[in-house]
């Protein structure tokens, strides 16, 4: 870790830095390197790793830093994020995932904002992902795209906002929280796909905040090829219908829209069969146009690479898969997420 800490009572307050790991030995010594050289002083935060029960190299890797490495075989996402809870000792507990690096200053910005809050129902301080800098090139469209509204849905992670705000929720793999919020409330031990989301949706509903800093990303593997991609649509729309399930209540407004899209372009060929003219599949095609000229033009403007031409089939993809796992997520009769896709 980095430089000694001050002495006396003006030493920064301690930081628990929890890492949940499953099969992460190609990407986790990036991220505890990362977390190695932060600017916050050395012995005023620790590293926990936990594991899911991994099969690879995880653990020898994680062998080679300064991190205490815990193990909860078969253990959810949220079980994983519980157990580094029950094992933090410091004031703040920040999270991030194992394919993910952190910057140097990650840990004292995160902190600051904090210390230096006035509003009370504030209980944690997050910000954006972004592709690392050598990714592939898809996944840096990819990230591109998330950062447009129809990309990520006006996720503050994801969508571009260039300023600091109260927001609702933010991303497990970049937020430091105040501990105390963890004296009454836990992740569910039983979701393990969209864990943050079911987690902060009920800290919002008792009126707890988070501050979005735009300013703090960290550097995040993101899905390197068309394959990867549609998988993890499907399986981001297969957990938030199922814990939407749950809750009986919409977490995010928009998670069923491509679903719904699916069913109305469904109905909308089969009435354009029916009649024999087509009518209403044109409108909906004309729509989906317009949706994906004006992102293709954002990414585009964020890339400048003729690889943004490739945003229509990214959004259909995205929108298609996601629609599909959300109907998956609806009719499952294990209303709990429980796959690692």
Known sequence: MSSQPPDGDDAPPLVSVVVVTYNSAATVGETLSSLSEQTYPGDRYEVLVVDGGSSDETEAVVSEYDAAFHVVEGGSIGACRNRGVALATGEYVAFTDSDCAVPATWIAAHVDRLEDREDETV???GGPNRPFPDDPPFAKLV???QGTVFGSGGSPQ?????EVRTVRSVAACNVVYDAAVFESHRYDDAVNVGEDAEFHHRLAEEGYR????PATAVSHHLSADLGSFS????????AMARIQRRHGALI?????????????GTLAALADVRRRKPRYVP??????LAVSAYATRQVYRDRRSPLALLVPLLLAVQYVCYGVGFLEGLIA?????TDRS
């Not at 988070?210 to 800093?213: A, E, I, N, S």
């Not at 009769?333 to 997420?337: G, H, K, L, T, V």
Request: no cysteine; aromatic share 12%; net charge positive.
């Open 143 to 145: 990230g591109s795209l």
């Open 123 to 125: 209980v944690g301080v």
């Open 283 to 288: 409108l909906l095609a004309l729509a989906f």
């Open 210 to 213: 988070f501050l979005f800093d």
């Open 333 to 337: 009769s294990d209303p709990e997420p």
């Open 252 to 264: 995010r407004w928009y998670s069923p829209l491509p679903s719904l899209a699916l069913g109305g």
């Open 231 to 238: 998988r993890k649509n499907r399986s981001y729309g297969r």
């Open 158 to 162: 994801s969508h571009a906002i260039d």
